[in-house]
């Protein structure tokens, strides 16, 4: 396979993944810590034909990229905390109207301004329920920078695949850092593409359940017309208030990710064979995290890793399992236990939660993780 190798931040190869996978629109707004990629699309957009526009706000940025996908472009937004709120709204219309799109959260302390430019992983519940209504949720979450190129594309594939929203959720430090990257050739790459409806225009419905949970998406201006709306809708696109049809439709949307769950969890293990303690960790956390399990597996405490690349939807059934068997689960994180209090109704009363919370912009370091394993024993 060939490969080509510079350095590249974080942030920076989000915007190099996205144009690798097909990405043709940006649409954003200047934020701190995420800003890096806006900058890098506004060079390298245009060289391929691509369309790079810096919005007024963030709300209307949102806007911008489900107008580009419904025309039948790859479309991506970044942003950090406060302009991922603004974006809401609009996240919860191409939720509702199936669009596909990428929204890059690089997250950053808070509330409200808080840590512009501190590391943080406060976001994590937000882009679960951020807004309103219930809905499917896919959302990345790389720890290492070779990860954030991988996994921004397959943030890609997941929106065209399963038509809807999909979030990669950097924090600080990785959108930050910069490394020497191996990059794979382009024409390795696996990308997929929105499925195109068969029929004529006259026969096309947007919403068609026929042909599966995932109906095929007419893009405009090749000769299909058809209504979007964030109100329910039957197969039309037109507004129903059919309480079945509603019922139904929701049903359908959670159900097409939820029924796919194999081929959208993404987790790895570390030092987990015999690990009588074990880590949950995501993101940049997780890269302290491996330190400590190493320092403690010197010491000759048997303790290990799970490790999320995806963070929604969670592996449940794998989560109950390690929460059946070991001795103590430790979850550091950077927010006040947002991920912890998911683990917690997992655990029940099967096992310890050790839960490790910081919030003042600084990484978790290895000791003081090492420090809690040992509490654990």
């Given amino acids: 396979m060939k490969k080509s190798v510079r350095f590249y931040s974080g942030a920076e190869l989000v915007a190099k993944a996205a144009i690798d996978a097909g990405c043709r629109f940006f649409g954003g707004y200047p934020i701190t810590p995420s800003s890096e990629i806006a900058e890098y699309m506004s060079h390298e957009l245009p060289k391929v034909g691509g369309t790079y526009i810096q919005m007024e706000d963030e709300i209307a940025a949102m806007g911008s990229i489900i107008g580009a996908s419904l025309a039948g472009v790859k479309s991506l937004t970044a942003t950090s905390g406060p302009g991922f709120s603004l974006k809401q709204e609009n996240i919860g219309y191409a939720y509702m109207a199936e669009v596909p799109c990428v929204i890059c959260n690089v997250m950053r302390g808070g509330p409200s301004t808080g840590l512009p430019?501190?590391?943080?992983?406060?976001?994590?519940?937000?882009?679960?329920?951020g807004t309103h209504g219930d809905h499917p949720v896919i959302a990345l979450t790389p720890a290492y920078l070779e990860e954030v190129y991988e996994l921004t594309i397959k943030a890609f594939n997941f929106s065209e695949i399963y038509r809807m929203p999909v979030m990669l959720l950097l924090d600080e430090v990785i959108a930050h850092l910069s490394t020497a990257i191996d990059l794979?050739?382009?024409?390795?790459?696996?990308?997929?593409?929105?499925?195109?409806?068969?029929?004529?225009?006259?026969?096309?419905?947007?919403?068609?359940?026929?042909?599966?949970?995932?109906?095929p998406m007419a893009n405009f201006f090749e000769g299909y017309r058809y209504h979007?709306?964030?109100?329910?809708?039957?197969?039309?696109?037109?507004?129903?208030?059919?309480?079945?049809?509603?019922?139904a439709d929701?049903?359908?949307?959670?159900?097409?990710?939820?029924?796919?769950?194999n081929n959208i969890i993404d987790y790895e293990y570390y030092?987990?064979?015999?690990?009588?303690?074990?880590?949950?960790a995501y993101g940049s956390t997780a890269r302290g995290a491996r330190v400590a399990v190493d320092n403690a597996r010197k010491l000759g405490i048997k303790v290990g890793m799970m490790r999320f690349r995806v963070i929604w939807p969670l592996p449940e059934a794998e989560i109950l399992k390690h929460c059946s068997?070991?001795?103590?689960?430790?979850?550091?994180?950077?927010?006040?236990?947002?991920?912890?209090?998911?683990?917690?109704?997992?655990?029940?009363?099967?096992?310890?939660?050790?839960?490790?919370?910081?919030?003042?912009?600084v990484p978790i370091h290895p000791s003081y993780i090492l420090n809690v394993i040992k509490e654990a024993i």
């Fill in 325 to 361: 068997k070991a001795k103590a689960i430790i979850i550091p994180e950077m927010n006040m236990g947002q991920l912890s209090d998911v683990i917690e109704r997992y655990a029940a009363d099967r096992t310890k939660i050790l839960r490790i919370n910081h919030v003042g912009g």
């Fill in 250 to 261: 929701q049903e359908r949307q959670i159900r097409k990710v939820k029924s796919n769950i």
């Fill in 117 to 129: 430019t501190a590391l943080a992983q406060a976001d994590i519940m937000q882009a679960k329920w």
């Fill in 271 to 280: 030092q987990m064979k015999d690990a009588e303690i074990i880590i949950f």
């Fill in 228 to 247: 979007v709306t964030g109100l329910s809708h039957d197969k039309t696109g037109f507004p129903t208030t059919d309480p079945e049809l509603v019922q």
């Fill in 184 to 215: 794979p050739d382009k024409e390795m790459l696996v990308i997929k593409n929105r499925r195109k409806p068969s029929v004529p225009p006259e026969k096309y419905f947007p919403y068609d359940t026929a042909y599966g949970d995932v109906p």
